[in-house]
């Protein structure tokens, strides 16, 4: 009878590890934690910690929605890469039906969270940003080289979403936010799928690094979006939203990211777009460690 009951158990936990993957946390943790700074950032005074609350668990559950729906749409092309052929749906250990259900419960969730308890603006953005990760993006992943350049909106918003949902509205400074994520995804999505051209060959992806057997234009297509978010970082100070620790911690973060993209560029290897991901998940954090500890 006990060998029974710690065999149901067991089974409990791997299925609730299995939901609990389709949302991939730590994609959602690093939106949650945008979605903190832009914030905390539209903070002027004190923050205001059961709006924030609200909002972290709305915009959770709209992005989290976004990744299992993203997972069950492409689940049979997850099925032909090795990164993904794991992933709960495509190795059959949840049913595309159930999937379906649980991202599209959590979606609708999300947004009445934040239409009720946070503000419409912010309800809208998220809509929004769920229907542009699942109806253009996704979509445009097998037509166009382009779909990294697409899916960096989406991917840029949890900073702008987080601004919204503590001021109602839109600012300037929410949009440059909003532009330096989106200018540091491009660098960082080309390294991985430099890392993985051989597997979304074998998807037939048509992304950029599949396409430049060379790797020429995705090292310059690297090079010159580190070169542009350089500049783009260091405008909140120009803004007054950072200050001069910021200032020039950024500029020595954007110095050295440039440097690893440069790098990339001459040596075009494997090894060297490896590091440049690395790069980029250190950098990140720091950056946005430095803009909170600028502004505490």
Not at 15 to 25: A, G, I, M, S
Not at 29 to 57: C, E, K, N, R, Y
Not at 169 to 178: C, H, K, M, T, V
Not at 208 to 236: F, H, M, N
């Amino acid at each position: 009878m006990g060998a029974c009951v710690n065999q149901t158990w067991k089974e409990k936990r791997e299925v609730f590890r299995d939901y609990y993957e389709l949302t991939k946390p730590r994609i959602c943790l690093l939106a949650l934690i945008m979605t903190s700074l832009g914030f905390f950032l539209a903070s002027p005074g004190s923050v205001d910690g059961p709006l924030l609350t609200w909002a972290l668990i709305g915009i959770g559950l709209v992005g989290a929605s976004s990744c299992i729906l993203n997972q069950y749409i492409e689940r049979e092309l997850d099925a032909q890469m090795w990164r993904t052929l794991n992933r709960p749906i495509p190795a059959g250990r949840i049913e595309p039906e159930k999937a379906l259900w649980f991202g599209s419960i959590l979606g609708v969730a999300g947004e009445i969270v934040l239409l009720v308890w946070v503000n419409p603006v912010t309800a809208v953005l998220g809509a929004l940003t769920l229907l542009f990760y699942l109806g253009i993006y996704t979509p445009s992943k097998r037509v166009s080289s382009m779909s990294t350049l697409i899916g960096a909106i989406p991917g840029a918003m949890p900073p702008l979403l987080g601004w919204a949902a503590a001021k109602g509205q839109i600012g300037p400074e929410g949009l440059i936010l909003f532009g330096i994520i989106f200018i540091w995804q491009i660098p960082h999505f080309l390294a991985i799928a430099w890392i993985y051209r051989e597997d979304y060959s074998r998807a037939n992806f048509p992304i950029l690094t599949v396409l430049d057997e060379k790797g020429a234009i995705t090292a310059r297509q690297i090079v010159i979006y580190s070169l542009v978010l350089l500049p783009l970082t260091l405008v909140p100070v120009a803004w007054g939203v950072s200050g001069r620790v910021y200032f020039f911690g950024a500029l020595l973060l954007g110095l050295g990211f440039l440097a690893q993209s440069i790098v990339l560029a001459v040596f075009r290897t494997k090894a060297q777009a490896r590091r440049l991901f690395l790069a980029s998940l250190v950098y990140l954090p720091l950056l946005v460690f430095l803009m909170v500890w600028d502004r505490v």
